[in-house]
């Protein structure tokens, strides 16, 4: 037996033998894998001895490292190296994997053990992440219903199989009728105003239609320009009337009544496991703990974000008279303030690449990360990689101790999904006294360089990389005992902190002066550029705030009450709207209906987080800006409390600890000036 996957990773720091594995390896190892990780809880679960910590939670921890190690192999390439072959392994491995997990989940000797632990757990005198650890085993199982007598089980799985029907059927409506609508445009006068990728684009979708001219759509890449850029006010009405009309049209793709069937049944199923409401059982694990809280966190940023909403409202209504718009339209917003933004700051986004080059951003977020966390990238050949493109680096701290391995993926390539991203291919742990170090990676999808020009990056990637270098901070500074509490292993709406933190820095001059200089000339950006990125990122932000708030208080307003009475989507959405809303309403239109990130994906009751992560950000930044933004003290704090201790104690004890107390909204709205100093 030869498979590279189910033999110990040999290499120094065993990191993962890419050349060595070829396609057909996969699929035996999973299979292996999971009789292994299989035959590893039987263990724990037909022990004779008494359960304790350490031979059932802590043997349920360290379960499964061939499964772990070679998914993560597997799951990885899929992103970002596929091919027709590993595209269809994984749809032949997932559900292998899902029924490992649900017989774990459904093993009653193994929760029994689990339980008597947890029921006892003020005796076991168990440190605070081994507190922590037996929670999240014990809930991983109550929270599926195994506290549940079989009546209940029955009745909840019912109610699962028909939820993830309706979720299914919501997402399939949304995309026929996103699907069944198309603009089709012959007079090219019609579109004034839109540039010309846009219209490349309108025309090469005409062209696989075979039609002559231009065609929209409603999905985002079509959509977005078309409503920023054409001048015709006619034609934005009757897009965006159809955009916000997807299945709210009484025809066979409506899902008003789906929407009112997933909210009542969700609001069943946690009262079934012992919730209030929905927002109750999802919120238990989330930072924000309770809805009473993000609607408090929401009201007082609302409070303060509202005036300038209206503020800026005016003035966007009065530049639009210039025009002749009586009345300011929902088809207006996005056309109106890019020509505004354009008056005011004419920043032109070409002008910056220059001093963007690739090379001079990693060294620069490599410089920041060794001022303030004290490590060293060290750049090396000698690890395997899953494509020459890939970078490879040995993280040391200035006393030459490993922290960890570091890989970066920059280019977009065939095989590559878009966006960017930080993923892992080993996590951090501490067993038998060893720490054992995380493999981190980031992947991404930046300008490529060419033949005449290196890789120049917009703003916009710039703070991308530090972003996913954020992420890969949490994962590489990483210093618990368990690795399922290891580094970016916590809770949702907590784990965006250390990568939008990070972001802050690439609006510092002190902080861009280590690598934003000129390809060619090396000159340091000048000031003025930098003032200007920092004012037009704050463009309209009373009025994105407002917005934002009020899409995470419809999803908390669906969520967090008892919804049986609710009977009509419309009118319910209105009345939650009522505090937020600056345009008129579009009477045959409905948020609800579309509102896929609640009613398809998994946000439900977690729209509020993009907000929230806003706020600890800003607050948590701030401490930095009061110190310096190299103070190594206040790294040095950070690390401590939030970036080596993953999900090993509840974030808000972990941020007080850091802070010195809890988040509040003022830093995010300093920042975004929407609160006067
Ligand atoms: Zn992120």
Not at 550 to 562: A, C, Y
Request: charged share 30%; aromatic share 12%; with cysteine.
């Amino acid at each position: 037996m030869s498979n590279p996957l189910l033999q110990k990773f040999k290499s120094k720091h065993t990191t993962a033998p890419f050349s060595k594995i070829n396609n057909e390896h996969f699929k035996p190892a999973f299979k292996e894998g999971i009789k292994r990780a299989k035959a590893e809880i039987d263990t724990i679960t037909n022990n004779t001895d008494v359960p304790t910590f350490k031979n059932t939670i802590e043997a349920l921890d360290f379960s499964g490292y061939t499964l772990d190690r070679l998914s993560s192999v597997f799951f990885n390439l899929n992103s970002a190296e596929t091919n027709d072959e590993i595209q269809k392994i994984a749809q032949e491995v997932s559900p292998w994997l899902s029924e490992f997990s649900n017989d774990i989940r459904l093993n009653k000797k193994l929760f029994q053990r689990v339980k008597s632990l947890y029921e006892n757990r003020k005796n076991l005198e168990l440190t605070t992440e081994q507190n922590t650890l037996l929670d999240k085993k014990y809930k991983s199982f109550s929270r599926n219903g195994a506290n549940l007598n079989d009546t209940d089980k029955a009745k909840l799985r019912e109610i699962d199989k028909k939820l993830s029907k309706l979720s299914l059927q919501f997402g399939e409506n949304v995309l026929a009728e996103t699907n069944a609508y198309e603009l089709h445009i012959s007079n090219e006068d019609e579109i004034k105003g839109l540039p010309q990728g846009a219209k490349e684009a309108a025309q090469l979708l005409a062209k696989e239609k075979d039609k002559e001219g231009w065609i929209f759509t409603l999905d985002y890449p079509s959509y977005v320009p078309f409503m920023t850029y054409v001048n015709n006010r006619e034609l934005r009405e009757n897009l965006a009337k159809a955009f916000g009309s997807r299945a709210f049209k009484q025809n066979k793709n409506d899902n008003q009544q789906i929407v009112l069937d997933i909210v009542k049944l969700r609001h069943k199923r946690a009262n079934l496991l012992g919730y209030k409401t929905h927002a109750h059982f999802v919120l238990e694990e989330r930072m924000a703990e309770t809805p009473e809280k993000v609607l408090s966190f929401s009201n007082d940023l609302l409070v303060k974000a509202k005036p300038a909403a209206e503020r800026e409202f005016d003035q966007l209504k009065s530049y639009a008279q210039k025009d002749g718009i009586e009345q300011l339209q929902k088809w207006d917003g996005a056309y109106y303030s890019e020509k505004l933004k354009k008056d005011i700051f004419d920043l032109d986004q070409e002008a910056l690449k220059p001093y963007f080059r690739l090379e001079n951003v990693i060294n620069g977020v490599f410089e920041v990360a060794n001022k303030l966390f004290d490590l060293q990238f060290n750049k090396v050949d000698d690890i395997d990689k899953y494509h020459e493109e890939v970078k490879t680096y040995e993280v040391t701290n200035s006393k030459g101790d490993f922290i960890a391995i570091f890989y970066a993926d920059f280019f977009p390539r065939k095989g590559k999904r878009n966006g960017a991203w930080m993923t892992s291919y080993k996590s951090q742990w501490i067993k038998d006294e060893e720490n054992s170090r995380p493999h981190v990676s980031i992947v991404c999808n930046f300008t490529k360089p060419t033949e005449t020009k290196p890789s120049l990056l917009t703003f916009n990637e710039v703070t991308t990389l530090f972003h996913e270098f954020g992420h890969a901070l949490h994962g590489m500074l990483a210093n618990t005992t368990y690795p399922s509490l290891s580094g970016t292993s916590v809770y949702w709406d907590f784990v965006e902190l250390p990568s939008q933190i990070l972001e802050n820095w690439c609006y510092e001059k002190e902080a861009l002066d280590l690598f934003a200089r000129h390809y060619e000339s090396n000159e340091p950006i000048p000031q003025e550029m930098v003032q200007k990125i920092k004012d037009s990122s704050n463009f309209l932000e009373g009025t994105q705030t407002l917005r934002q708030l009020s899409f995470g208080m419809l999803d908390m307003s669906w969520h967090g009450k008892d919804p049986s009475d609710i009977d009509n989507v419309k009118d319910f959405e209105t009345s939650v709207f009522a505090d937020t809303i600056l345009y008129p309403d579009i009477a045959e239109n409905c948020m609800s209906t579309s509102f896929s990130h609640i009613f398809q994906g998994g946000y439900s009751s977690g729209y509020y987080s993009y907000k929230w992560a806003e706020v600890l950000d800003a607050d948590a930044f701030e401490l930095f800006k009061e110190t310096g933004i190299f103070n190594k003290k206040t790294a040095n704090k950070f690390t401590k409390n939030i970036l080596s201790q993953g999900g090993t104690e509840k974030p808000m004890a972990l941020y007080k600890r850091f802070r010195g107390k809890e988040p509040n909204a003022d830093a995010l709205l300093k920042r975004a000036g929407l609160l006067k100093k």
